[in-house]
């Protein structure tokens, strides 16, 4: 049985996602029909529209509810080749990843998202905003599981994004730029023995005849391509050089993009100087001013 403490650092991971994603989507279309007077719910205007820089940016109030994620993780949870109780194993393009890939394409759909689904399986779901050609702001993670994983890894981020859109919409906000929830396909290496199949798709940064070479271990002699398609994916396309080009995305597509993802190793702490927590990543406080100087003036 899952833990209240469990359930409330999910939501409050959700409340963060809500409040990153609704900033730099720019200024709401109902502003004014927002408590603009609470600093908390105030975000700075980068990449504000002309004649509105510098000027705060009213996010609403909003509540995700907290029975909602962890119950929704728990349900994708069990589309699992794993043994009941050892954890969740979903290999991609596999009966379970399928039956995953459709549970999270009917959350979208409730949320009132617009789907699309490229060559390779990623799958995108959209909350058009009021100037849909602006670069939108995504956020997303995987629902591949490597064996016997947790049940958070990778679906919280594409989940809680979901819930983050439902909530902002229940508040009445609306985005100027567009907020999208991507579910990277393959993102990672068990089945094919490469990570971030997807995401290095979208960026051009695969080659075709390598992802051609790679050993399918679940199929004898089998490839990415014929694995995607017997899922349903790239149906049309003849070959793995066809259907990685189909995948490629302008690096204008987005303005900003955020993942939220459970920590797993001390390398962000140790590395990279951030502080982890249960909630957020931040950078260090800044250092203190320095003391007054009490030099006299020159003469
Ligand atoms: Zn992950």
């Known amino acids: 049985m899952r833990s209240r403490s469990a359930a409330a650092a999910v939501a409050a991971a959700a409340v963060v996602v809500v409040a990153l994603l609704a900033v730099p989507s720019g200024v709401a279309a109902q502003e004014d029909a927002y408590p603009t007077n ?35 993780l728990m349900t994708l949870s069990e589309m699992s080749d794993a043994e009941p109780g050892t954890g969740v194993t979903r290999l991609i393009f596999t009966e379970q990843d399928v039956a995953g890939r459709n549970y999270v394409k009917t959350l979208m759909a409730a949320a009132g ?16 905003g009021s100037q849909p050609d602006l670069p939108a ?23 809680g994004p979901i819930e983050s859109i439902a909530a902002l919409k229940r508040a ?36 075709p005849a390598y992802l051609a070479s790679l050993k399918d271990i679940l199929v004898e002699n089998g490839t990415f391509h ?9 149906l049309n396309t003849k070959d793995h050089t066809e259907m990685v080009a189909r995948c490629a995305l302008s690096t204008e597509y987005y303005d900003s993009f955020l993942e939220l993802h459970i920590e797993q190793g001390p390398l962000l702490e140790r590395e990279a100087g951030l502080t982890v927590s249960s909630s957020c990543i ?12 009490f030099l006299p003036p020159r003469s």
């Open 38 to 72: 609470d600093a908390s719910h105030m975000g700075s205007a980068e990449g504000c529209s002309e004649g509105t820089c510098g000027a705060p940016i009213a996010v609403p109030s909003v509540e995700v509810d907290i029975e909602t994620v962890p119950a929704q």
């Open 113 to 128: 998202l617009v789907i699309r689904e490229d060559a390779m399986g990623n799958i995108f779901g959209r909350w058009v």
């Open 137 to 159: 702001v995504g956020s997303g993670s995987h629902a591949d599981a490597i064996p016997q994983s947790g049940l958070y890894d990778g679906c919280l981020g594409v989940i």
């Open 172 to 207: 009445g906000f609306q985005p100027k730029r567009s907020i999208e929830v991507l579910m990277f396909t393959s993102e990672e290496p068990t089945r094919f023995g490469l990570s971030s199949v997807g995401a290095r798709a979208m960026a051009s940064k695969l080659d």
């Open 226 to 234: 014929m694995a995607a398609q017997h899922a349903g994916y790239g």
């Open 282 to 293: 931040s950078t260090p406080p800044p250092p203190p001013p320095p003391p007054p100087c």
